[in-house]
Nanobody
Framework: QVQLIESGGGLVPAGGSLRLSCAASGRTYAMGWFRQAPGKERELVAGITSGGNTNYTESVKGRFTISRDNARSTVYLQMDSLKPEDTAVYYC??????????WGRGRQVTVSS
């Protein structure tokens, strides 16, 4: 089955930067990052197709950049100009696999004011 290995995130002051990585075993998949803050629903932050097409939720446009390294089957999320409202657990996601959607365990991103 597809296995996801997440890394990165952490604690940073407002205006700072953090980076998330997600490595997926197997083929090149469309992949993305979701986030969920306490008391809120999980939302899509950014996604990237196997061909490199990207999309972002409006609130992070111009601040976050998703990219991929197909040789490593790894997707990155560079997060710049972070705001306290970006604080959440971020989950790597592979929506289309033989076994259905696959989720990472989540990485904490905390932005202090």
């Amino acid at each position: 089955q597809v296995q996801l290995i997440e890394s990165g995130g952490g604690l940073v002051p407002a205006g700072g930067s953090l980076r998330l990585s997600c490595a997926a075993s197997g083929r090149t998949y469309a992949m993305g990052w979701f986030r969920q803050a306490p008391g809120k629903e999980r939302e899509l932050v950014a996604g990237i197709t196997s061909g490199g097409n990207t999309n972002y939720t409006e609130s992070v446009k111009g601040r976050f950049t998703i990219s991929r390294d197909n040789a490593r089957s790894t997707v990155y999320l560079q997060m710049d100009s972070l705001k306290p409202e970006d604080t959440a657990v971020y989950y790597c996601n592979v929506p289309f696999t033989r076994w259905g959607p696959k989720w990472g365990r989540g990485r904490q991103v905390t932005v202090s004011s």
